[in-house]
């Protein structure tokens, strides 16, 4: 039995039938050694707070706003033709034929501030990451283009065609980096650098370790499943 005493910064405490006087300061040691005082503060790597803990860490992770997951450099090719003729075809003036080649990069990154989901399991930490996006426009190595025109036997110049082609460049290739397809290509990248981040946090946090977490496994919003197997695993 425990009772205090409202004059008194004391308490007593009945053990075994004896009566025994503690001052405050006595009183919490003597409930420390007696394992009765519980602590309250909640494990920030638990499945219930390791969401926000992560989120919360970000600004001191990294200053970015965008976290840059994949790149990958194309060659693509644009070719446009104009072809004119006389007396419903009778007359063939020629053709003028326009190609360009043109080196890019393609960037894609994940926001970091869209919204995370980390879970526990175990030794893994499965995390829903934000969607990967395109970084527009594309990169366009300029001093790489290289252009061919033909003019046919009766045309003129086919600059007029260059100049449409040119216009044309940058808004296909926004158009072919947010492609799904053309995402699916670097999307074991992306998840792969998901991780690597992900590791990063842990590992400055001592929780990448054998007794903490060993594998994460990263998922991205348009996926039904989770991978079959973990994109990261602590090596042995």
């Avoid at 992560?54 to 070719?79: D, G, K, M, S």
């Avoid at 990967?132 to 046919?152: C, K, L, N, Q």
């Avoid at 216009?167 to 158009?175: F, G, I, Q, S």
Wanted: hydrophobic share 40%; glycine share 4%; aromatic share 6%.
């Amino acid at each position: 039995m425990i009772s205090s005493s409202p004059d008194t910064d004391h308490t007593i405490h009945v053990i075994g039938g004896t009566a025994v006087v503690l001052g405050t300061g006595a009183l919490v040691a003597w409930m420390l050694k007696n394992k009765r005082v519980v602590s309250t503060v909640p494990n920030p790597f638990s499945n219930d707070q390791i969401t926000s803990t992560f989120c919360a860490a970000l600004p001191t992770i990294t200053r970015q706003l965008n976290l840059e997951v994949a790149t990958t450099h194309q060659v693509e090719v644009f070719e446009r033709t104009d072809s004119k003729e006389l007396l419903w075809g009778m007359i063939d003036l020629g053709t003028n034929i326009v190609l360009l080649r043109v080196p890019v990069t393609y960037r894609y990154h994940i926001r970091l501030y869209d919204h995370w989901k980390l879970r526990v399991d175990g030794n893994r930490l499965t995390v829903e990451a934000p969607p990967i996006r395109a970084s527009m426009p594309p990169a366009i190595h300029t001093d790489e283009v290289v252009s061919h025109a033909v003019r046919g036997w009766a045309r003129g110049s086919p600059s007029d065609l260059v100049a449409q082609l040119q216009r044309e460049v940058t808004p296909t290739l926004c158009h072919y980096a947010a492609d799904p397809k053309r995402i699916d290509l670097i999307r074991e990248t992306c998840r792969l650098s998901v991780a690597e981040f992900v590791r990063g946090w842990l590992e400055g946090h001592m929780q990448w370790r054998a007794d903490r977490f060993t594998s994460i496994q990263v998922r991205f919003p348009d996926e039904q499943e989770l991978p079959p197997a973990p994109t990261l695993k602590l090596l042995s």
